[in-house]
């Protein structure tokens, strides 16, 4: 038990369909990341947020939305995804962004687009 | 570009000792981190290094030399609960963790 939970665990959906996923971190940080992780290839860094401000966007399709509503909650809303964005999608938090602030995952959605 | 380079795969045998290294090329340096992720579970954190030398923190040991882009993890009296994916990441000039695709640990008995 991390201090970041995630939901749903896993999810299976359509090209059409829209989803949401959520994270929670119980840690008091002030930053919080989305990854991609896929089979055999090194983590993705998606998304950002520092204080509730996203501060990194790194080339993500617009398929991909983030959500940062507080320090604690973090969402990513799925809509039009492609069967190449099957993966698993790990949130993680940190103390802040620089220095040796070492990131907290949580356990992570492991989504399967149809 | 930046890149992470460390081994795909190495096996070990129990109550050996192992290194898994890793080579970084980064814009700007400010960390590197090393992370053990069983399968099927989150990364969690090992150790972190900014400055040269070796950190140890009990079977565990962490090398870094800043000159030759160069890292290690060090695993001494293995254990089969070692069997995991340790993954190498450094901290950019704009604090973005880059990431090694990972180093999958078997260990025999």
């Known amino acids: 038990e991390t201090g970041v939970t995630q939901t749903p665990r896993h999810l299976v959906m359509g090209m059409t369909n829209k989803k949401s996923l959520k994270c929670e971190q119980h840690?008091?940080?002030?930053?919080m990341y989305w990854y991609k992780q896929s089979a055999k290839k090194p983590l993705e860094l998606m998304f950002v947020?520092?204080?509730?401000?996203?501060?990194e966007n790194n080339s993500v399709p617009s398929r991909f939305s983030p959500e940062c509503p507080n320090s604690s909650h973090l969402f990513l809303h799925l809509h039009t995804l492609q069967p190449e964005d099957s993966a698993l999608y790990l949130c993680a938090s940190s103390r802040a962004r620089d220095g040796g602030n070492e990131q907290f995952f949580g356990p992570g959605t492991r989504l399967t687009v149809l | 570009g930046q890149n992470i380079d460390q081994p795909t795969e190495m096996t070990a045998t129990e109550g050996a000792i192992v290194q898994i290294n890793c080579t970084y090329q980064?814009?700007?340096?400010?960390?590197l981190f090393w992370y053990q992720q069983h399968a099927g579970e989150a990364p969690t954190f090992l150790s972190y290094?900014?400055l040269d030398g070796l950190e140890e923190k009990g079977r565990f040991s962490s090398f870094l030399s800043r000159s030759k882009g160069y890292s290690y993890l060090l695993l001494k009296e293995l254990q089969m609960k070692d069997s995991a994916s340790y993954l190498c990441a450094c901290m950019d000039s704009n604090y973005q963790l880059i990431w090694g695709a990972g180093t999958k640990l078997i260990i025999k008995p």
């Open positions: 290094n900014v």
């Open positions: 947020y520092s204080l509730e401000e996203r501060v």
């Open positions: 980064t814009s700007g340096f400010n960390g």
């Open positions: 840690l008091g940080h002030n930053a």
